[in-house]
T-cell receptor, first 110, second 117 residues
Framework: SQTIHQWPATLVQPVGSPLSLECTVEGTSNPNLYWYRQAAGRGLQLLFYSVGIGQISSEVPQNLSASRPQDRQFILSSKKLLLSDSGFYLC?????????FGSGTRLTVV | AQSVAQPEDQVNVAEGNPLTVKCTYSVSGNPYLFWYVQYPNRGLQFLLKYITGDNLVKGSYGFEAEFNKSQTSFHLKKPSALVSDSALYFCAVRVFDRGSTLGRLYFGRGTQLTVWP
């Protein structure tokens, strides 16, 4: 079966520290991968998407970056976190019409 | 540009009563419409989708949605609400790049549904 793993579930980081959130997918190959952010419990916004290894597209300019070092691995990063980076981050994958979300990471920047 | 609007931030309904959560969309081409539900600190769970065919779509947990092309709406409905239906509901439209399976989801702001006993 197809599953998506996201970790950590929660994270508290100081301003200016680096960030790395990881997402892995099982049970499928060559998925399209996505990172979404949900601020203040509302309004999901697409941040990045990827159609293949090393291929990253950004939807909005921001302090974050993404990478896809392997087919089923998608990483969200930052060199220096800002307070405004706080939020709930969701990874998702799609193949055809199917679209599945991970359980999310709650990031609090203090 | 593609967009989704959920005009109500909050919907309150008594248990046993019918519920409606509204959604309107703006998209070029054929719309692919979705409803998701989110419980506190959880990821999104798929409820139902409209791709083509019958305008009335049935989904999980007794929910259904009606696609109305002339009104560009895709309202979520349930005949009899349960307290356990209380959650945050998102409407979304999926946009496919030409000649690609890549489909980005664009979400409404969400509607908080509260069902009181």
């Amino acid at each position: 079966s197809q599953t998506i793993h996201q970790w950590p579930a929660t994270l508290v980081q100081p301003v200016g520290s680096p960030l790395s959130l990881e997402c892995t997918v099982e049970g499928t190959s060559n998925p399209n991968l996505y990172w979404y952010r949900q601020a203040a419990g509302r309004g999901l916004q697409l941040l990045f998407y990827s159609v293949g290894i090393g291929q990253i597209s950004s939807e909005v300019p921001q302090n974050l970056s993404a990478s896809r070092p392997q087919d089923r691995q998608f990483i969200l990063s930052s060199k220096k976190l800002l307070l405004s980076d706080s939020g709930f981050y969701l990874c998702a994958w799609s193949v055809g019409f199917g679209y599945t979300f991970g359980s999310g990471t709650r990031l609090t920047v203090v | 540009a593609q967009s989704v609007a959920q005009p109500e931030d909050q919907v309150n309904v008594a248990e046993g009563n019918p519920l409606t959560v509204k959604c309107t969309y703006s998209v070029s081409g054929n719309p692919y419409l979705f409803w998701y539900v989110q419980y506190p600190n959880r990821g999104l769970q798929f409820l139902l989708k409209y791709i083509t065919g019958d305008n009335l779509v049935k989904g999980s947990y007794g929910f259904e949605a009606e696609f109305n092309k002339s009104q560009t709406s895709f309202h979520l409905k349930k005949p009899s609400a349960l307290v356990s239906d209380s959650a945050l509901y998102f409407c979304a439209v999926r946009v496919f790049d030409r000649g690609s399976t890549l489909g980005r989801l664009y979400f409404g702001r969400g509607t908080q549904l509260t069902v009181w006993p």
